[in-house]
């Protein structure tokens, strides 16, 4: 089966992508067909970060390509015109965002958990030795007074 796809290039933390034409058996970054456009997430303002050749995309598609999910995205976003693509780096910063936001809701209510089941943990502990030290005081005398009796 023949999809469209993106691989991957750049260096580390500064991805690049070149939308390929591949076989789907083969690797991500490997082996492909044809390359038919390019998206550079990371481009600065002003600077070409996404340029795709839509009739080439049409005669695949014609010919049973499959879009893959990224891919469609951006294909819709390029109809779009420019405007489409800063929409969707906005929107794709605000869901990182949100997204970092619940991760650190989630880790400050179980750290607030931990604490409350550690408190609950240590307040009984403190209780029950209290009530037990009294029996063993009241205990204890008694026997030892026959053994004091005994000693005389």
Do not use: C, H
């Not at 989630?106 to 240590?122: G, P, R």
């Amino acid at each position: 089966m023949v999809v469209i796809r993106l691989s991957r290039g750049g260096s580390k933390k500064r991805p690049y992508f070149n939308v390929v034409v591949a076989e789907s058996s083969k690797k991500r970054d490997g082996r492909f067909i044809e390359r038919v456009g390019f998206y550079n997430p990371s481009a600065r303002e002003g600077s070409e970060a996404l340029r795709l050749e839509s009739e080439r995309i049409k005669y695949w598609q014609s010919n049973g390509a499959q879009l893959s999910e990224t891919v469609n995205r951006i294909v819709k976003l390029n109809a779009k015109g420019p405007d489409g693509l800063v929409a969707m780096k906005k929107k794709d910063e605000a869901k990182a965002l949100a997204r970092k936001n619940k991760k650190a809701a989630d880790k400050a209510t179980k750290v607030e958990e931990a604490l409350s089941s550690e408190e609950e943990a240590a307040a009984p502990k403190e209780e029950a030795p209290k009530e037990e030290a009294p029996k063993e005081e009241a205990a204890a005398p008694k026997e030892e007074a026959p053994k004091e009796a005994d000693d005389k």
